[in-house]
């Protein structure tokens, strides 16, 4: 039988999908993509660790326990507005061209708000977007504008007005309430239930300085936060001369510090005065030892940080039970991440940026018991710029070919690696010395180690700090506390994964074109003998002394940007 005779029977798979969509009994999961900002995998005590126990967080776990958990998902650029573009877009920062804090995602680019649409699919997106332009292709947007407030936070909404200009805001309420409150809302009012929905939940918290609502403010209020060892003490093997300078030279000056280890930043300085509650009546640094200045602020930093993570875990359980009772729990696709990971003082550090452990991981938990089987843990590298292709695979639809990642559905369905995935995540950070004092980096990380290469420079070249090579081994040194580089028992696997980097810059099409000049720095110490290391120690010794020049003139934002100050950066 043909179709050329049976006109009709060409037309019975349209009218079947037709009338099953009419009839709202679509069958195609609902997707739910919840990220916060700045939620670090520590930070969430499925994934263990030190803060597990004080700080638990049961409804993001049940994520987990009820589906699957990734223990080896990373971000391509760890910073919010190019991680927001690698999720939107399927494609690395180089390739949708958000860089940086500076980065957007313009209308018509908005692939996967497009591809839902197009498909039928009920699109909104609700809380950070941080990506300047109007969410324009979704259905349904309230976001707040640029970072914005954790009190009475202000959102864009859709309006008669230019983008940005139509404003609603929620008095007296804490934008993780208030994020739900949207959210919860548009489910009960707004959502065309004839459709699957696709909406991305996006949470402000717990980005710093962490103001959680004051119902938190007396949780851990009497605990002492348990803390990384390499808060204290940095192996003398750990680093190079990119974060440790010449004779340990700029040890003061690369990486904002929890105590008062870099003078130009650090959490003595801004914490005391936005929360006084966390510190003496009397506070005075001066009057207090460094061990113990370091102690009392490493402590405020994680208290701060950690109630608004239990304002997170405690709205999911509202929207979870919203979910339960209207019957749509089973139907969802639920993903929670964060946009990337966040140092919680290991190595002496705050903030996030760098390709450290801590910072590169992003919590990865995926519940969808209709194919996931619960329990599932699967430790196959995935990177940020895989999330949107597998959420259109898990929907049935199509990838388009501009999307760069890949679908890891067969590991959600069956737990197990297909033998043509990547083995190395990419990874690249190209804000070079801003705001925290990170020297710009690129570096792969397969499941056993990583290959970080500071080329340390800005986009034009400028801006030295010394460039340097590490290499740690994640199986036996999984705190990154030895830089393995220059050990002659590591020379072979140091060529080979500089030959996988490589092939990986090419794979991803991070070619050097987009920035030649700092490209020219990268080729430069690429292979970094004997008289590269010579160069890097003068610029060591340069980099010092322009540093301390500009500490002696009092200046707090302080490097040059595509030659601009770091002041006319837009927002972290
Ligand atoms: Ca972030």
Redo the contacts with the bound molecule.
Sequence with gaps: MSYKFFPLLALLPCLILADDQDAGHDSRPNVLFIMS??HAAHGVSAYGGRLAEIAPTPTIDRLANEGALFKNAFCTN???SP?RACVLTGQYNHTNGAFDLSGRVSPGKQTLAIEFGKAGYHTAMIGKWHLKDEPADFHFYSVLAGQGTYFDPQFRIRGEKKWGKNTIKYEGQHSTDAITDITLNWLKKEWDQEKPFFLMHHYKAP?DYFENAPRYEDFLKDVAIPEPATLWKRDERWGSLATRGHRDELIPHIGTSNGARNPRRNYLIDLPPRFPAEFPSDFNPDKHSDEENTRLAYNAYLKKFLRCVRGIDDNLARLFKHLEESGQLDNTLIIYT???G?MLGEHDFQD?RWMYEESQRMPLLIRYPKSIKAGTIIDSCVENVDFAPTMLDMAGLKIPSSMQGQSFKEQLETGKEPSDWKQAAYYRYWMHMAHHDNPAHIGIRTKTHKLIYFYACNYDGGYQTPPAWELYDLVKDPHETVNLYDDPAHAALVTSLKKELAETRKRVGDDGSHYPKAEQVVQEFWDYDAKDREKAAKISKHFLKRRKAELAAGKRHINTYEGQTNDGFPQE
Excluded: N, R, V
């Design positions: 900002d700045d760890a910073i919010c991680s980005h964060g946009d990337q966040f996030k």
